[in-house]
Nanobody, 124 residues
């Protein structure tokens, strides 16, 4: 089992920045990729960004490309999502995922592990 704990959400004005953290524990040696998803009220859960466990490869949704950066601290088994130039449409509950597969899973279903989520609210 892998446990994921997110933190760093909050309220920020449009144009501001936040950094989300996802701390992984347990059988982390089994993880191939990690990712961030988000879900706004009344909308489907959507892919935001992904990173390989090695940290060598990243993937971004077009809506956040150039504004968000995903990274990993191997010593801390923690994945970060640096979010800059935030917009009101970025308001959502953000979830961390971990998968044993080394292939990207950008769909909202069939992920091996999920965190509990952290709320990000961007005021305009």
């Amino acid at each position: 089992q892998v446990q994921l704990v997110e933190s760093g959400g909050g309220l920020v004005q449009a144009g501001g920045s936040l950094r989300l953290s996802c701390a992984a524990s347990g059988r982390t040696f089994s993880v191939g990729t990690m990712g961030w998803f988000r879900q706004a009220p009344g909308k489907e859960r959507e892919f935001v960004a992904g990173i390989s466990w090695s940290g060598d490869n990243t993937l971004y949704a077009d809506s956040v490309k150039g504004r968000f950066t995903i990274s990993r601290d191997s010593a801390k088994n923690t994945v970060y999502l640096q979010m800059n130039s935030l917009k009101s449409e970025d308001t959502a509950n953000y979830y961390c995922t971990a998968d044993r597969s080394v292939f990207w899973r950008t769909g909202p279903d069939n992920h091996d592990y999920w965190g509990q989520g952290t709320q990000v609210t961007v005021s305009s």
